[in-house]
C-alpha cells in the first residue's frame, strides 16, 4: 500500500491544506499520516478565526514519533504546501531527508505556494526565499500556479514557449516534474484555463472550460491528486489528465451548489470517477 506523509495546515470545518488533501488520496486508497502546520477552525479566507500555528519543533517531534514505529521506510512520498514560517520549512526539508534516509525510493511533492495574480505574495517574509533556494530544490515535484512559476524562475511569462522557459529554470533547481496550474498564456481562450505537466523536456497540457467559482483548497487537492496519480503510474501525462477531471468535477459541483467551500465529500465519486475527462495534449 502507498503511504504519504502530509504536513500541511488544517482546519476543523472546511476544506484547505490537509483537509483538503488527506480525504481525497484516502479515498484512492492511500495511506496518508498528516502532520498539521496550523490547526484553526477554518480558513483564514473568512476574515475570522480561532486556533493556533505550530512551531519547527513540533513538526520534528510528530516525525520523531513516526520514526520510533520503524515505519518511515514504508514512506513512498512526503507532500508540503502553505508553509506558515521558514521554521516549519526547514522542518519540513528535515523530514523528508529523514524519509529518504529510511526509503531512498521516496519522493518529495512540494506545492510552494508563495502567492497568486490579483493578490501578489501573501505568504511572510522570508518563504518566498526559502522556497526558491531550500524546499523547490531538495523536491521531486512541485506544483506552482502561474504566478508562483514566474517567481521562482525570476522571468514574467506569457507565451508558450516563455512558460516552458521558466519551467525548464525551475527544473533546474531541482525538481524533475512541474505542475504548472492556473496557467493563462496567450494561447489561452478567455473563457479556459489550462494545466501544464512538464518532464524529461516534455510538455503535456489540458485546457478546462473557466468556472466562476473560487474557493479557497482547490490548488491543495489538486497538488495531491498529481501526486497520488504520479505514484501510480510515473507519468506527468497521466498525472494531469486524471488530477485535471477530479478537480474540475470537484469545481463543478461546488459551482453548482454555490458553496463556499468545496464539495469534497458530497461529490467525492469525481475523485475516483471524473463525471468528464479532458485531453492531454503534447505541447
Not at 84 to 110: E, L, T
Amino acid at each position: 500500500m502507498t503511504a504519504v506523509l502530509s504536513i500541511q495546515s488544517h482546519v476543523a470545518y472546511g476544506h484547505v491544506g490537509n483537509s483538503s488533501a488527506v480525504f481525497p488520496l484516502q479515498r484512492l486508497g492511500i495511506e496518508v499520516w498528516p502532520v498539521h502546520t496550523v490547526q484553526f477552525s477554518n480558513h483564514t479566507g473568512y476574515g475570522e478565526w480561532t486556533g493556533r500555528v505550530y512551531d519547527g519543533q513540533s513538526i520534528d517531534e510528530l516525525v520523531q514519533g513516526i520514526s520510533d514505529r520503524g515505519v518511515l521506510g514504508s514512506c513512498d512520498a512526503v507532500l508540503s504546501g502553505y508553509l506558515g514560517s521558514a521554521d516549519i520549512g526547514h522542518a519540513v526539508v528535515g523530514a523528508v531527508a529523514r524519509v529518504r534516509a529510511a526509503n531512498p525510493q521516496a519522493v518529495y511533492c512540494c506545492d510552494p505556494v508563495i502567492g497568486d495574480v490579483g493578490r501578489g505574495v501573501f505568504v511572510r517574509p522570508g518563504i518566498a526565499e526559502f522556497m526558491r533556494e531550500v524546499a523547490v530544490p531538495a523536491a521531486d515535484v512541485v506544483t506552482p500556479n502561474h504566478y508562483e512559476l514566474d517567481l521562482l524562475s525570476g522571468a514574467t511569462t506569457r507565451s508558450p514557449a516563455s512558460v516552458k522557459d521558466a519551467v525548464a529554470a525551475v527544473q533546474a533547481l531541482g525538481p524533475r516534474v512541474v505542475l504548472t496550474t492556473s496557467l493563462v498564456a496567450e494561447d489561452t481562450p478567455d473563457d479556459a484555463v489550462d494545466l501544464l505537466a512538464s518532464e524529461g523536456g516534455r510538455h503535456w497540457r489540458v485546457r478546462t472550460p473557466r468556472l466562476g467559482v473560487s474557493v479557497n483548497g482547490a490548488g491543495d487537492a489538486i497538488a495531491a491528486l498529481f501526486l497520488a496519480h504520479w505514484l501510480g503510474t510515473r507519468s506527468a501525462a497521466d498525472a494531469l489528465g486524471r488530477a485535471a477531471a477530479t478537480v474540475f468535477g470537484l469545481l463543478q459541483r461546488t459551482e453548482d451548489a454555490r458553496s463556499r467551500e468545496v464539495l469534497l465529500v458530497a461529490a467525492q465519486e469525481e475523485v475516483v470517477s471524473p463525471s468528464r475527462t479532458f485531453e492531454v495534449d503534447e505541447v
